[in-house]
């Protein structure tokens, strides 16, 4: 079958990762064999565009069969996710100059995780949000939020109705929009002429060097190098000025832009990043080429690590039912026996099983009761937070593994 760019209609020719057949990462079943038998795979393949540089996934899922009333991913039980955007919050008012006179827009608020921040610093603020059940709760925390998705139809219409940004947030959206021309140009409307649009997505680059295909699912439609985005940017009326890299999501990078017309003059951040991009290869297609084979030797060696597990009776757990979770033990073939079960401290993952593999999640407090000999974390770029978080387990002996890029043993 051919694929063309979604972006640039390019055909496409290189692959980069094709990871089979998977359930949608976060589509949790409850657990019966009615839900099981109605469970539903999709062809999960990335390939890269050689004209404009994105990476992308040849199968568009439905983006409203995915961000439901149901979407079971809130950012507000990650502690360092908040940290984050407390850090965020302060850093932006400070450099912007943000004040009560300000009009900050948050695209894919989720629960009001970072909007709760501006709130506080009495500074006037809106959310836009596809996941009904997510804006509830964002309206309870006073975080004013709309039901909707963003592209050039809803920054039209929220500026017909007086509604101009002085800044735009989207963090971790950039890669779950499959019409990515249409959602960028919506921010060269929204902003204020002075205005300025922040985006954070991991950074294609940091998922080459660490072999992260756990961060390719359905609801990942793209995968962002800075070259790329700046591409897409200036067709929709954006131009970059500046960029910082950040630990977050295993390496990601927060762009700053602004309309096309803006005067802010570009940082040497930018040049340094454009030129380590170009030093890692990923303007070549070979780069790409070979990442197929470093996916399978990680799989290769998380089953042994199973395999041998089993032969010694060790228990083995998984703590966080994250998509890129899901994607990875699918793709590993993990089968439920081999994982007795999984924890996580969304209670709307509680009860369910993970899809695909169909192992049972119960809340954290679980790990207590049945002790595993190993606790697999697959939020892995979370490590420090749940290591701290679950210190108890050592007490009977207990150990944690990261399984990428290689199984690691803590």
Not at 68 to 82: E, K
Not at 158 to 168: M, P, Q, Y
Not at 272 to 300: H, P
Not at 301 to 324: I, N, P
Request: hydrophobic letters at 45%; charged letters at 20%; glycine letters at 6%.
């Amino acid at each position: 079958m051919s694929y063309n760019c979604r972006f640039c209609s390019t055909p496409l020719k290189t692959v980069v990762a094709d990871l089979g057949s998977t359930p949608w990462s976060n589509s949790f079943l409850e657990p019966t064999e009615e839900a099981i038998a109605r469970e539903r795979a999709f062809p999960l393949k990335a390939m890269v565009c050689s004209e404009c540089l994105l990476v992308q996934t040849t199968e568009t899922v439905p983006a409203d069969e995915i961000f439901t009333d149901g979407y079971a991913y809130l950012s507000s039980f990650s502690s360092s996710w908040l940290d984050h955007a407390r850090r965020y919050t302060d850093a932006m008012t400070e450099r912007f100059r943000l004040d009560g006179t300000s009009q900050v827009v948050e695209i894919a608020s989720n629960d009001g995780y970072l909007l709760q921040y501006f709130v506080a610093k009495d500074i006037p603020v809106l959310g836009i949000e596809p996941a009904a059940n997510a804006a509830k709760i964002a309206e309870a925390r006073n975080v004013p939020t709309e039901v909707a998705f963003f592209g050039r139809k809803t920054a039209t219409d929220l500026v017909a109705r007086g509604i101009r940004a002085d800044l735009t947030a989207a963090n971790n959206v950039l890669a779950h929009v499959p019409d990515i021309a249409d959602f960028v140009a919506g921010f060269a409307i929204l902003l204020k002429p002075d205005g300025v649009a922040t985006f954070e997505f991991p950074h294609l680059l940091r998922l080459i060097e660490g072999v992260q295909f756990d961060t390719i699912y359905h609801e990942h439609y793209s995968y962002l190098s800075l070259a790329a985005v700046e591409r897409i940017f200036a067709a929709s009326g954006l131009k970059v000025f500046d960029v910082e890299e950040l630990p977050t999501h295993g390496g990601s990078l927060r762009v700053f832009a602004q309309p096309e017309t803006g005067t802010r003059s570009t940082t040497e951040n930018l040049e340094a990043i454009r030129a380590s991009e170009e030093a890692a290869g990923l303007t070549q297609m070979g780069t790409y080429a070979k990442f197929d084979t470093r996916i399978a030797a990680v799989c290769q060696g998380f089953r042994e690590f199973l395999a041998g597990a089993k032969s010694e009776g060790k228990t083995v757990a998984a703590y966080g039912a994250a998509a890129k979770g899901n994607t990875f033990l699918n793709v590993c073939g993990v089968k439920p026996g081999e994982i007795a079960f999984a924890v996580d401290r969304n209670d709307l993952k509680q009860g369910k099983l993970l899809p695909g593999t169909h192992i049972p999640v119960h809340a954290p407090s679980h790990l207590k009761v049945a002790k595993p000999d190993y606790l697999v974390i697959l939020p892995w770029n979370l490590t420090d937070e749940i290591v701290a978080d679950n210190a108890a387990i050592r007490a009977w002996g207990g150990r944690f593994v990261v399984a990428i890029p290689l199984v690691r043993i803590i």
